[in-house]
């Protein structure tokens, strides 16, 4: 289901016939470093992923991570969306680009338009975002979308110490 469009992107719900693009975008160098090596490690690996933690997020909380393709030609190239996460006390904005397409403003464009969501249609009051000190263009991201730092956090279980950014959208 598509849930926005943005001048040059077309948003939508991931389904399990997404599983080759998954793959291969949870298995990009920046993916691993940034975001953690999820053990996807086959096209069957995507579709278990898939089918029992990014799809379920829809209905359970009514928003997750959604497939960002060009509008042109139906091309998948990232994600971006928003998760609820057990020891965050709003959903956590994130976005993730094969790395053909980062540096070109698809994180920017996409999460623009996921933070018009988060108001309008999902009536969020407040968004987070978390990331790794030296994810530098992360950091860039989330405060050219008007996030600003709060503190640091050690959200997961693994204890890595993250930067937490917040926007008050009320």
Do not use: C
């Amino acid at each position: 289901m598509i849930i926005a469009k943005t001048k040059r992107l077309i948003i939508s719900e991931f389904k399990v016939e997404d599983a080759p693009f998954f793959h291969q975008l949870l298995n990009t160098p920046k993916w691993i470093a940034y975001i953690g090596d999820r053990h996807v490690n086959t096209i069957e690996d995507a579709k278990k992923y898939l089918l029992d933690k990014i799809i379920p997020a829809y209905n359970k909380q009514g928003f997750g991570f959604y497939k960002l393709a060009l509008k042109d030609n139906g091309l998948a190239i990232g994600t971006a969306g928003l998760v609820t996460r057990p020891r965050l006390d709003f959903p956590d904005i994130g976005f993730a680009l094969l790395p053909e397409f980062e540096s070109k403003g698809f994180g920017y464009e996409s999460s623009v338009a996921i933070l018009e969501l988060a108001k309008s249609k999902f009536n969020l009051k407040k968004v987070l975002g978390i990331t790794l000190e030296h994810n530098k263009n992360s950091i860039k991201l989330l405060e050219k979308l008007g996030l600003e730092f709060e503190k640091r956090i050690k959200p997961f279980e693994d204890d890595e110490e993250l930067l937490l950014f917040a926007k008050d959208l009320s």
